[in-house]
């Protein structure tokens, strides 16, 4: 994990609660940036799925997540 920062749990965190210090909530939806990342975090996290609330000490990656801009370009299904 070369390119991931990483955060050392404290005891009764969870991961949604990690990614959104990290990545933030959409304010107006009060959900997490789901499309901007979160598959991507816990697929990079994915030894500490199993655990719902962490113990505390284990090592969360936090991957660098870089932002996308939507394109109105329409391309051909075979482009």
């Known amino acids: 994990m070369q390119d991931s920062l990483k955060h050392i749990a404290i005891q009764g965190e969870r991961l949604d609660s990690i990614y959104a210090?990290?990545?933030?909530?959409?304010?107006?939806?009060?959900?997490?940036?789901?499309?901007?990342?979160?598959?991507?975090?816990?697929?990079?996290?994915?030894?500490?799925?199993?655990?719902?609330?962490?113990?505390?000490g284990e090592i969360v990656y936090l991957p660098n997540l870089k932002e996308t801009q939507e394109s109105d370009e329409v391309l051909g299904i075979w482009e």
């Open 21 to 56: 210090k990290y990545y933030g909530i959409d304010s107006s939806l009060n959900t997490l940036h789901y499309e901007s990342g979160y598959n991507a975090f816990i697929l990079t996290n994915i030894h500490l799925v199993s655990t719902p609330i962490l113990k505390g």
